[in-house]
């Protein structure tokens, strides 16, 4: 197997680098996941729609939507949901799901001013290379008064269980994803990239620097992912 950047990003983040990795992980992405987080993200994709308190009529952004799987989850409120992912694979492998889908770079949202009543994006900003930015995009497109949920890997909140974890997600998640994935060395990326990851307060003072206000989180599975949501 090569090591090339179609196989795995740097943490350095280069566009091309992510994307190019995530379309090569396309294909099986969904159940890798799955497997990965324990049969968990089904559950945290629900609350994620929960925490976003959507009604029939809005508009919603699916920012990083990926295979759009987290896409077809918020529809289910009534509310009209536009899956968005720079990743072409990733789009294309969720193409039987009936939900728009949008080519867009998170640095640089191809939406007007004021769009979306709502916006989430679910394990993707920190893939982003330019956190500040990305969410300033996220503020620029949400209405006066809209709401913004982010789910993202965190960091689990007692002690002993964040340090089997860390050591689980280094050593195990490689190996794990070397029985069910497409690119199992692309999770070694993914691996060092939530250890690398801002803590549930670091990434709440981010949210609140980017001019969001009623910034909290919750926190799901003992702290392994965790749901920020704020106001624009």
């Known amino acids: 197997m090569g090591t090339g950047a179609q196989d795995r990003a740097s943490l350095e983040k280069d566009p091309a680098e992510v994307a190019a990795m995530f379309d090569g992980v396309a294909k099986r992405y969904d159940i890798t996941n799955t497997v990965l987080s324990f049969g968990q993200d089904r559950g945290w994709r629900r609350k994620t729609r929960k925490a976003l308190a959507l009604?029939?009529?809005?508009?919603?952004?699916?920012?990083?939507?990926?295979?759009?799987?987290s896409t077809v989850e918020l529809a289910?409120?009534?509310a009209h949901c536009i899956a968005a992912d720079f990743s072409l694979g990733m789009l294309k492998a969720g193409a039987h799901r009936d939900v728009?889908?949008?080519?867009?770079?998170?640095?640089?949202?191809?939406f007007a001013d004021q769009s979306f009543d709502a916006a989430t994006i679910s394990f993707g900003l920190r893939n982003v290379q330019d956190v500040p930015k990305a969410l300033a995009e996220l503020r620029r497109v949400l209405k006066p008064g809209g709401r913004l949920v982010i789910c993202e890997f965190s960091t689990p909140t007692v002690g002993p269980f964040r340090t089997v974890y860390m050591e689980y997600l280094m050593k195990a998640l490689p190996a794990v994803a070397t029985k069910v994935?497409?690119?199992?060395v692309a999770y070694v990326y993914l691996a060092e990239s939530i250890r690398a990851w801002p803590d549930?307060?670091?990434?709440?003072?981010?949210?609140?620097?980017?001019?969001?206000?009623q910034v909290r989180w919750q926190n799901l599975t003992g702290g392994i992912a965790a749901i920020h949501s704020a106001v624009r």
Request: negative net charge; without cysteine.
């Open 76 to 78: 289910s409120s009534g």
């Open 100 to 110: 728009p889908k949008v080519a867009a770079d998170a640095l640089a949202l191809p």
């Open 181 to 184: 994935a497409s690119n199992p």
């Open 200 to 213: 549930q307060f670091a990434l709440g003072d981010l949210i609140r620097e980017a001019g969001f206000s």
């Open 55 to 69: 009604k029939p009529g809005d508009i919603v952004l699916d920012l990083a939507a990926g295979t759009a799987v």
